[in-house]
């Protein structure tokens, strides 16, 4: 089988943790008999520095035209002061815009191997963690009206929380949908108290739920839902929110799994195109010193593999590669534990794809 992947490489250890996802997908082409098509589309601080733009028109066009999309990270220091209509971010935004990728996906999923390494008390994390954020992508706050004035000599700033019916309907389906192919329960998470746009959110959301007798539906306000996260993790199975919640949300549950560097995302819209990444930042700092955890990175090369590209047997053998790995006791520095054996970036992606033909 052949399949179109455009790479954004991104800035900071980007390269770095792309080189060693494309490996592994390699090692997946070579033992399944496919072949994977890579095209770079620059899009980021790099892009900025070689366009003039943080997501130029061609590097659109190039993910539009692929089967799914692989982005490492992007950013750093180095842009935060320029023009803020052109700083990195504004690439992803565009990106996500033009692609229209509305439904973003974050599984909280503890390791089992990473144990010791969640922050939370050993009897929180006996009880389990594994949920899945389902976070609405291209409305809200971030997408809204942004003002700056002055008002009686001093400045003023305001910015936009809207949301369209139909923007909260597609974005709630794809929670239900999801909690249907889990544990069939909902988890709501607005504001509804004090925000009209949650006021809406929630209306809907008890408006569909009759369509989907089989799923378990309940709501909580974003601030009590921040406290269950970490009280009581195992009571989760999908939560589904807005944009900005689910930001904050979802960084949130990535921490109590143990390490950031080991967390995929999916980004989805219509159709099986995506936009697939790890969802750390760009790290400048360990830039180049061979040490990131390419880890987070090869997972979302295993999310696309199954949600875009329609390979279940090719994902499931990624995951159970990078479990063999650290099962072995392999340990980038994120993640070490006394007795485990350090290794850095190149070598973890070595081993995992050495690990993805040995698999069976």
């Known amino acids: 089988m052949e399949k179109h992947i455009a790479l954004i490489r991104g800035d900071g250890i980007g390269p770095e943790i792309m080189t060693q996802a494309v490996a592994v997908l390699d090692a997946v082409a070579e033992r399944f008999g496919h072949h994977f098509i890579y095209q770079d ?5 790099s892009a900025i520095d070689a366009f003039g733009v943080p997501l130029p028109e061609s590097s659109l066009e190039t993910c539009l035209a692929s089967d799914s999309v692989l982005l490492s990270a992007i950013g750093g220091p180095k842009w935060d002061t320029i023009d803020p209509a052109l700083r990195p971010e504004k690439g992803l935004l ?23 390494a969640s922050p939370l008390r050993s009897d929180i994390v006996d009880k389990g963690i594994d949920f899945m954020v389902v976070r609405e992508l291209i409305g809200g706050a971030y997408f809204g009206e942004h ?20 923007e909260i309907r597609r974005i709630v389906r794809v929670g239900f949908e999801t909690a249907m192919k889990r544990r069939g329960r ?12 949650s ?27 921040a406290m269950q996260i970490v009280r009581d993790p195992s009571q989760f199975d999908v939560i589904v929110t807005e944009n900005l919640f689910g930001d904050i949300l979802s960084d949130e549950a990535s921490q109590i799994t143990g390490s950031i560097g080991m967390i995929p995302s999916s980004s989805l819209g219509e159709g099986s195109r995506g936009l697939y990444e790890p969802i750390h930042g760009s790290a400048p ?10 880890i987070g990175m090869i997972l ?9 590209l329609d390979m279940p047997s090719e994902a499931d053998a990624v995951e ?20 485990c054996t350090a290794v850095g970036c190149a070598a973890m992606g070595q081993a995992i794809a050495a690990a993805v033909a040995k698999t069976r």
Request: charged letters at 25%.
């Open 186 to 197: 909902l988890c709501s998470v607005d504001k509804a108290n004090v925000l009209d746009s």
């Open 147 to 166: 003002r700056t004035w002055t008002e009686d000599g001093q400045m003023a700033a305001s910015d936009l929380m809207a949301y369209r019916e139909s």
């Open 285 to 294: 700092d360990i830039a180049g010193q061979d040490i990131a955890n390419p």
């Open 300 to 308: 979302a090369a295993a999310m696309m593999l199954r949600y875009s």
């Open 320 to 339: 159970q590669a990078v479990s063999a790995v650290l099962e072995r006791g392999l340990r980038t520095g994120d993640i070490s534990e006394p007795g």
């Open 41 to 45: 589309a620059p899009m980021g601080g």
């Open 199 to 225: 006021k809406l959110w929630r209306k809907i959301v008890n408006e569909m739920a009759p369509e989907y007798p089989e799923v378990e539906v309940r709501h909580m306000y974003v601030d009590n839902c």
């Open 94 to 116: 565009a990106l996500r815009a033009g692609m229209g990728l509305y439904a973003n996906l974050r599984p909280a999923s503890l390791i089992p191997q990473l144990r010791e």
